[in-house]
C-alpha cells in the first residue's frame, strides 16, 4: 500500500506493490512471501483483480454485493464477490467489450455492447442470446419505465430495443453525424445524447420527440485558449434531476442547471485530452473528473482543486463504490487500480478493515510530519542567539520549548561554534590513541568518565549479595562506552537528575569518600609522612620490641600499640632514638 498527500489529503493506493505471476507455483509464492519485503507488505483487497492485458469498464451492481470488470486479452468479464472478496466467475467473449449494463440487482442480467456491431445478453449461467445492430455502437443505456435499450454509435439514429417485446423498435432520428454518449436522468427520465459536432440533444421517452438541444462547443470557446481539436461531447451524467456533467474531447468539464442554456462553471484540466468520465460525489459538493492522465477531484461551486490522482499508466474508466470513499479504475494495465480517500467517506461494509488499518498508519505517521525540524529548549535557544525569534513564524511553540527548521538550526549552529568541526576531529583523534593504548598493560584504575557511578560499582562488588550485578556491568562490553564516551557523562548538577534523585544525590555525596577509603584500603596499605634523615624500617625496629611471650602479627598490629601508647612512653622512646643515633 502506497500513501499520497497531494493538497494535504491523504489517498491510499491499495494496489501498490509487486504482483506475482500466475504461472509460478505454490511452493515459489510461498517462498517468496517470506523473502520478499514488498511482496509481503502488499494488500490485496479483491483476490485476482486485474486482467490479463487491459482493462476497459469496472461497475458496481446496485445492490452493492458485485463488481464487474471487462478487459482483454482475450476478451473477457470478470465477476467479483465482495462478501469472499474473490472471483466469482469469468467468461471470455468472441470480441471486444465498449461498455456494458447491468439489468438487475445482481450479476444475474447483463448486456454488453462490442466493437463489432454485437449486442450480448448474459444470465447467470452464461451467455443467453446474441444479436446485431446496424452501425458500430458508442454507448447504450436501459430505460427502466418502458423496458427499452437505447443504443448510440455512428450515425445519427438512436437505436431502441425493446427487451420486453424481443424486437427494435422505430428509431430517434438525430441531426447529429454520430452520437458519442448518452445519459438517462433517474428522477424524469428523460435521455440526453452528446453529439460529436458538440451539442446535447434531450428526447423524451414518453412523447419520442426531442425536447432541448443545448451548444456545449460554443461556450468552450475563450479568447484565453486556442483548441487543437474540436470539442465534441465524450462524456455525461447527471446529479439529481436538474444538474448535469458534460465532458468534452478539448479536457474541458461544463456544469450545467438543465434550466439554463449556459453553465454555471467550466473546469479545464489543462491536458487537452478527451474527459472520459465524470462522478459527483453522494454528499459533498465535490465532482470526480477523468482523462487519460489523471483524476481531478474538485469542488463544483467554485471549481477549487480538492485533490487528483495522476496515472502512472493511461486511465480508462473510473468506478466510485456508491457512499464511500474507495473508487475503482481502469487502466492500460493489468492491475485494476483501488484507491481509498477517507476524508470523502467511510470504507464500504465488506471493506471496513480499511478504516482502521487507516487510522492506525496515520498514527505511525505522526512523527513524520516533524522528520525536517530540530527540536530545542529556551535555553538553548539562547546559546545560539536566536531568542528574539520568538514569537515568529520561524518557531513553533511545543511542551517545554520550539520546533525550529533543521536547515536554520544548522546555520545558527555554524555560526555560534565555528571550532565545533575541530573540536569533533580532536575528539576522534584522542579516541583513536586511547584504542592504541589498551594495547599496553593496564592498570587497574577509576575510568575517565562516570567515575562516581563505577566507584559505587567496585564498592558493590564486595557485597556478597549485589557482587554478580556489579561485575557483570563493569566487565560487559556492551556498557564499555558507558565509562568511556564522555556524551554518556552523568551531569548531577542537572536539575532532572536532581528531581529524579533528591535522597540518592545527597547521599552520595556524603558515602563518596567513605567509599573511595574503603576501595584503596583494601589494595594499598596507608603511608605517613617519614621525618626527614629517618627511614620508617628504623622507626619501627627501634619503637616496637617483641616481648617474651609475645607473638609477631605483622606491622599493622605495630602500629595500633604506638598509637595506644602514653605520652610519657612515646617521649622516653623518642629520647633512646635520639641517643642511638648521636651514637
Known amino acids: 500500500m502506497q500513501v499520497s498527500e497531494p493538497n494535504n489529503v491523504k489517498i491510499y493506493n491499495l494496489s501498490a506493490g509487486k504482483s506475482l505471476p500466475e504461472w509460478l507455483s505454490e511452493r515459489k509464492r510461498r ?5 520478499n519485503v514488498d511482496i509481503r507488505r502488499r494488500i490485496e483487497l479483491i483476490q485476482d483483480f486485474d486482467m490479463p492485458g487491459v482493462s476497459t469498464t469496472i461497475k458496481v451492481s446496485r445492490d452493492g ?24 466467475f469469468e467468461r471470455c467473449f468472441d470480441s471486444e467489450s465498449v461498455t456494458f449494463e447491468i439489468l438487475s440487482d445482481d450479476y444475474s442480467k447483463l448486456v454488453f455492447l462490442q466493437c463489432d456491431r454485437y449486442i450480448e445478453f448474459h444470465a447467470a449461467y452464461g451467455r443467453h442470446y446474441r444479436l446485431r445492430i446496424p452501425k458500430f455502437g458508442r ?7 418502458s423496458c427499452d435499450l ?18 427494435f423498435m422505430s428509431p430517434y432520428s438525430s441531426k447529429a453525424s454520430a452520437i458519442n454518449k448518452c445519459a438517462i436522468n433517474p428522477v424524469h427520465h428523460l435521455l440526453m445524447c452528446g453529439t460529436e459536432e458538440g451539442r446535447i440533444e434531450a428526447w423524451d421517452p414518453r412523447t419520442k420527440n426531442i425536447v432541448g438541444t443545448l451548444d456545449c462547443a460554443f461556450n468552450c470557446v475563450t479568447e484565453n485558449r486556442e483548441l487543437s481539436n474540436f470539442p465534441s461531447i465524450t462524456a455525461l451524467k447527471f446529479n439529481g434531476g436538474l444538474q448535469l456533467g458534460v465532458g468534452t474531447a478539448t479536457g474541458q468539464v461544463l456544469l450545467y442547471d438543465i434550466r439554463s442554456n449556459k453553465p454555471f462553471h467550466i473546469k479545464d484540466h489543462m491536458y487537452e485530452q478527451p474527459i472520459k468520465d465524470i462522478e459527483f460525489h453522494y454528499q459533498q459538493d465535490l465532482v470526480f473528473s477523468l482523462d487519460s492522465s489523471v483524476v481531478k477531484i474538485w469542488d463544483k461551486n467554485n ?64 512523527e513524520n510530519v ?16 536566536l531568542d528574539h525569534l520568538i514569537g515568529t513564524n520561524l518557531l513553533r511553540a511545543y511542551m517545554h520549548g ?17 571550532f565545533e568541526f575541530d573540536e569533533y576531529r580532536k575528539k576522534k583523534i584522542r579516541e583513536t590513541i586511547e584504542k592504541d593504548r589498551s ?7 577509576l575510568p575517565k568518565v562516570n567515575k562516581d557511578l563505577a566507584l559505587k560499582l567496585m564498592n558493590e562488588q564486595n557485597d556478597k549479595k549485589r557482587k554478580e550485578g556489579a561485575a557483570s556491568l563493569l566487565a560487559d562490553d556492551r556498557f564499555k562506552a558507558l565509562f568511556e564516551n564522555p556524551d554518556f557523562e552523568v551531569d548531577r548538577n542537572a536539575e532532572e537528575y536532581r528531581l529524579l534523585n533528591p535522597v540518592l544525590s545527597r547521599m552520595e555525596e556524603k558515602n563518596k569518600k567513605k567509599q573511595l577509603k574503603k576501595i584503596v584500603s583494601q589494595e594499598f596499605d596507608p603511608v605517613e609522612e617519614e621525618p626527614e634523615g629517618k627511614g620508617s624500617s628504623d622507626e619501627e625496629l627501634d619503637f616496637y620490641e617483641l616481648r617474651q611471650g609475645e607473638d609477631y602479627k605483622g606491622i599493622n598490629s605495630l602500629k595500633k600499640k604506638r598509637n595506644k601508647a602514653s605520652l610519657g612512653e612515646r617521649i622516653r622512646t623518642e629520647e633512646v632514638n635520639r641517643r642511638y643515633y648521636i651514637m
Open 31 to 35: 517462498a517468496l512471501l517470506k523473502s
Open 65 to 88: 454485493q458485485y463488481i464487474l470488470a471487462t478487459g482483454i486479452y482475450k476478451p473477457r468479464v470478470k465477476c467479483f464477490d465482495v462478501n469472499n472478496l474473490s472471483l466469482k
Open 139 to 145: 454507448d447504450m443505456q436501459y430505460h427502466y419505465p
Open 150 to 167: 437505447f443504443i448510440v454509435g455512428a450515425c445519427s439514429d438512436i437505436y431502441r430495443l425493446n427487451l420486453e417485446r424481443g424486437q
Open 303 to 366: 471549481g477549487k482543486l480538492y485533490t487528483s490522482i495522476e496515472a502512472s499508466t493511461e486511465f480508462n474508466n473510473l468506478c466510485v463504490v456508491p457512499k464511500s470513499g474507495l473508487l475503482f479504475l481502469a487502466t492500460e494495465n493489468t492491475k485494476m487500480q483501488t484507491y481509498y480517500i477517507p476524508s470523502l467517506g467511510p470504507a464500504p461494509r465488506w471493506a471496513s478493515f480499511l478504516d482502521s488499518l487507516t487510522e492506525e498508519l496515520e498514527e505511525n505517521n505522526f
Open 370 to 385: 516533524y522528520d525536517d525540524y530540530k527540536f530545542i529548549t529556551k535555553q538553548e535557544l539562547e546559546n545560539l542567539g
Open 402 to 418: 520550539y520546533f525550529m527548521d533543521v536547515r536554520l538550526y544548522k546555520k545558527a549552529k555554524s555560526v555560534a561554534n565555528p
Open 439 to 445: 594495547n599496553r598493560v593496564q592498570v587497574d584504575k
